[in-house]
């Protein structure tokens, strides 16, 4: 565990040394927010505009930051990691931890910032608005370790992250409200993570929605994120 | 007693076998050379010697540990600076140092000390607080270095350190390495260069293509190098075709070309000189150095492979 925090600690410091990245992570999805504080607060638009935007957001952060494993192994500091005398499950651990955290620390901040710099009219669900939030950044922590596992670039990670990402959200009904949207644009609102969540998000903020009936599609987010995770762990070990 | 026990290993990568059927032994608080050319296998030796990979056959034994089985416990023993260095170039060497130790286990108490260690060893004192990424390559080699030895591990695997390094930081590294060794830590150095190991190593492990070619202290390698010399002739341009005319020549052991150097092994150069400027003039070929090197362990890699240590 000690070793855990550790490694977690390591890439924090990465992190913040890296402007890009606090730009990436921060500067833009912040400038974002504000500018979806304009749209007109009625019936859920600017609730599902901002959410949105921090969906999508936080789900880059975390696919970006999970492919420094790539980076690691190109420097060499991950087999550095493998030749010390600290287990697997340790150091998959402490980039659990980061990722983790990392995202909760980003998402924390674009949602206090809605709330008390932009006007966010919503004051309740913040229980069940943690709970979606857990689930969803679990299954894109596995998304962002399993493309690490098979990618073999830090820009192949970036070119396919910003298509899922991207598409799911834009095409996924989250930032232009669809009136009778295609059958392929519902596909994707339905099977996109990023469409899921927005509208399981929106719906706790403006309509008070409880999380029964988002007991199913949680267990298939977990459930995904748990077999993505397991096999990202396994081939990222796999391949040296 | 043995510090490293190896016995029978192999690794292949697909077809190519990178380490044949090897083994030998490092005995503690010795230097032991790894000499090879290119793709002899050294770094694929080291990477099983850590645990970094693992054989297809074989065992591995630190510390009277076999690495297979216990694979924690023998990875504390042992300190590895691998061939390029493992930092992280975004944080400074202190805060690099630190990390590594915690990875190696050091307590909070030990950590700092350790660190000032690490740093005084390879000199990196006054810039242990900038950016990796603002260090020379030189420097970077040896903050690689203090990586590896942050632990004060038993066993230290070095992996070519000094290649491409300017020649302070080159000395600089053999310093290190006496030093080490004067405070009792075993080493292993591979490297391609003669020199270093003839200078640094108390016992030396030949290999190529993954396989052992001979092994044992300078003075029982250089007498297996018999009483060969080492013509080493440098050319403007060397055209192929002169090969097999020198290698035929009488008292030419064996002759190779690599970047128009010509290395002949001899058993006499003053008999063999002449000869081999009379093929040089009779082919109109422009001489630019000349060097004899007594019996060395260039001289006798030559001789056991007829190839040059040299790319
Ligand atoms: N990960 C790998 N995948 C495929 N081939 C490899 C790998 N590592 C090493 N090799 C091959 O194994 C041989 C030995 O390589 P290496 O151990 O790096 O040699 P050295 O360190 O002596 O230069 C080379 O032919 C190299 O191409
Ligand atoms: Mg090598």
């Keep these: 565990m000690k070793k855990s925090l550790s490694i977690a600690r390591v890439g924090f410091r990465q992190m913040f040394t890296d402007p890009m990245y606090m730009v990436f992570t921060l500067g833009m999805p912040l400038v974002m927010t504000w500018a979806m504080s304009f749209l007109p607060k009625v019936e859920g638009v600017y609730e599902m505009a901002s959410l949105g935007v921090l969906v999508m957001f936080v789900a880059l952060n975390l696919i970006t930051s999970a492919s420094a494993v790539i980076e690691e192994k190109q420097n060499g500091t991950w087999q550095r990691i493998l030749c010390s005398p600290t287990s697997y499950s340790a150091v998959m651990g402490g980039y659990f931890i980061k990722l983790f955290v990392v995202a909760w620390v980003q998402a924390l901040i674009l949602l206090l910032s809605g709330k008390f710099l932009f006007g966010a009219p919503w004051n309740s669900g913040y229980a069940e608005l943690a709970v979606v939030l857990t689930v969803y950044i679990f299954s894109m922590t596995g998304l962002g370790l399993f493309l690490a596992s098979i990618l073999k670039t830090q820009s192949q990670v970036q070119a396919v992250a910003t298509g899922v990402v991207m598409v799911g959200t834009m095409l996924g009904d989250v930032f232009f409200p669809m009136e009778n949207p295609s059958g392929i644009i519902k596909l994707i609102a339905t099977i996109s993570p990023q469409a899921w969540a927005a509208h399981a998000l929106r719906d706790i903020m403006t309509t008070g929605a409880g999380l029964v009936p988002l007991i199913v599609p949680m267990l298939w987010m977990i459930g995904t994120g748990a077999v993505l995770l397991t096999a990202g762990v396994w081939r990222i070990k796999l391949d040296r | ?311």
């Design chain 2, 1 to 311: 007693m043995a510090m490293l026990e190896i016995n029978n290993l192999d690794k292949s990568f697909g077809k190519r076998k990178a380490v044949d059927d090897l083994s030998f032994s490092v005995r503690e608080g010795e230097v032991f050379g790894l000499l090879g050319p290119n793709g002899a296998g050294k770094s694929t030796t080291l990477s099983l010697i850590s645990g970094l990979q693992r054989p297809n056959k074989g065992r591995v034994t630190v510390g009277g540990i076999n690495v297979g089985e216990d694979s924690l416990r023998a990875k504390a023993l042992i300190g590895v600076v691998p061939q390029e260095p493992a930092i992280y170039p975004q944080l400074s060497a202190r805060a690099n140092l630190r990390f590594w130790g915690e990875l190696n286990g050091l307590s909070k108490k030990e950590l700092a000390s350790a660190v000032e260690r690490a740093l005084t060893i390879v000199g990196l004192t006054d810039r242990a607080d900038e950016r990796c990424s603002k260090l020379s390559g030189g420097m970077k080699r040896r903050l690689n270095i203090a990586a590896g030895l942050i632990h004060s591990p038993k066993l230290l695997i070095m992996d070519e350190p000094t290649v491409g390094v300017d020649p302070q930081s080159r000395h600089h590294i053999l310093e290190t390495v006496k030093e080490l060794k004067a405070q009792g830590t075993t080493i292993i150095y591979t490297s391609h260069y003669v020199e270093e190991v003839e200078q640094l190593c108390d016992r030396v492990a030949i290999m190529d293509h993954g396989k052992l070619l001979s092994i044992g202290t300078l003075p029982e390698l250089l007498g297996q190098a018999g009483e060969y010399q080492e013509l080493i002739i440098t050319l403007r341009t060397t055209p192929e075709s002169i090969l097999p005319v020198i290698q035929a020549l009488p008292w030419v052991q064996n002759a190779v070309v690599t970047n128009d150097v010509l290395a002949i092994l001899t058993a006499n150069a003053e008999l063999a000189l002449p000869q081999v400027f009379q093929t040089i003039v009779e082919n109109e070929l422009e001489l630019a150095e000349i060097k004899i090197n007594k019996p060395s362990l260039e001289s006798l890699f030559l001789k056991l492979t007829g190839r040059t240590l040299r790319d």
